[in-house]
């Protein structure tokens, strides 16, 4: 049954979901100033939608001695809230992480829920080491609280493996809004499809996080055979950390990604083309080549360069750009110009870093 809250049903249409980095000066202090552009920024380039504290955003925002969770949601609510017409829910859908046991995901659910979001995205790596019913039942806890958007997250970036198994009984909760799909791996995201597929939730969304296969898994029909029945799924949108640079052009490339899937013909050989490119430009910008260590510096070294940030700098001093990465977005920049959206950022940059 079509949910009735205008978030929901856009959600479910399918969104550019930018996953937001965290902007800080050179002496690694919040930049409120930068994170408000950053925000502006994605609403004005078309992006149905944000994730903040999410892990491109430094799951450290959390920690005592950073203390950056609450701020940085009190400031995204307020640039949503600017940006959004009445009612409230006919802005930009609101998703924030929820990580953590029980007690602190409940208690950031909370949080989210008072700061005007509307689900939370739920990663599990933490619980490393719990059983499927353990894992099911702190869903069950966290959503009692706020819709879900499950998280299948890749173990090279704090991931676990989650077997068809849990997520054909995730998708059966009624809390679940959404799943975004990111193992980076076909065989896991064939098994997320086929649960919510056998699940019969034709009302849950699926979005790809799987930076390496963007644009074919918004073309792919994924079709299984459920009992009697053959049932076909859609992933809809994408909530990705690489739609955190180049979002106007990651909008055009959604938009004209579904027009081709809600079409159902043949897929055009220049999409193809445009996979490949894509996938080549995220392996730069992630770090592909070093294990993703410099994933989230990569994001931030793309905005130093459209003047968006004033540098690279992570909460962890330790955490920077790989050796040979800087050349390989330098390559992939000079490679594909037709999917940067530089003149656009230079064009309106001045205004969104207006206090």
């Known amino acids: 049954m079509a949910s009735t809250e205008p978030w929901r049903r856009r959600l479910a249409e399918g969104l550019v979901i930018p996953a937001c980095p965290l902007a800080l000066t050179p002496q690694r202090q919040f930049d409120e100033r930068r ?36 701020p940085l949601l009190a400031l995204a609510a307020e640039e949503f809230d600017r940006a959004g017409r009445p009612p409230a829910d006919a802005g930009p859908v609101r998703i924030g992480g ?16 008072e700061s005007g979001f509307h689900a939370g995205l739920l990663s599990l790596g933490v619980l490393r080491d719990a059983t499927e019913a353990s894992l099911i039942e702190h869903a069950r806890a966290v959503g009692a609280v706020l ?12 991931g676990r493996v989650l077997p068809f198994s849990f997520w054909r009984k995730f998708a059966e909760l009624d809390p679940v809004v959404a799943i975004k799909i990111a193992p980076f791996n076909r065989y896991q995201t064939l098994d997320v499809l086929r649960a919510v597929a056998e699940s019969g939730r034709a009302d849950l969304a699926l979005y790809t996080g799987n930076d390496d296969s963007i644009v074919l898994d918004l073309l792919t029909p994924f079709r299984f055979r459920c009992g009697n029945d053959w049932i076909e799924r859609r992933i ?9 640079v180049w979002t106007q052009r990651a909008v055009e490339i959604h938009r004209r990604c579904r027009q081709v899937a809600r079409a159902g013909g043949p897929i055009p050989a220049e999409l193809m ?3 490949v490119e894509v996938t080549d430009a995220n392996a730069a910008f992630f770090d592909a080549a070093n294990g993703f260590a410099g994933c989230i510096a990569g994001l931030h070294e793309v905005l130093r360069r459209q003047g968006l940030f004033t540098g690279i700098e992570c909460l962890d001093p330790r955490e920077g750009l790989s050796l040979g990465q800087r050349e390989e977005i330098d390559r992939v920049c000079a490679a594909y110009p037709h999917l940067t959206d530089d003149d656009f950022v230079a064009r309106h940059r001045t205004a969104w870093l207006a206090e």
Request: proline residues 5%.
């Open 35 to 70: 994170q408000r552009a950053l925000f502006r920024y994605y609403l004005a380039a078309g992006a149905g939608g944000v994730a903040v504290g999410v892990h491109t955003t430094q799951f450290a925002i959390r920690e005592p001695k950073v203390g950056l969770f609450r």
């Open 98 to 113: 929820i990580c953590g046991p029980t007690r602190q995901a409940v208690a950031e659910a909370a949080l989210l829920r």
């Open 147 to 158: 819709p879900l958007v499950g998280f299948y997250l890749q173990p090279a970036v704090g």
């Open 236 to 244: 809809v949108g994408g909530l990705l950390g690489h739609w955190a």
């Open 273 to 275: 083309r445009l996979s």
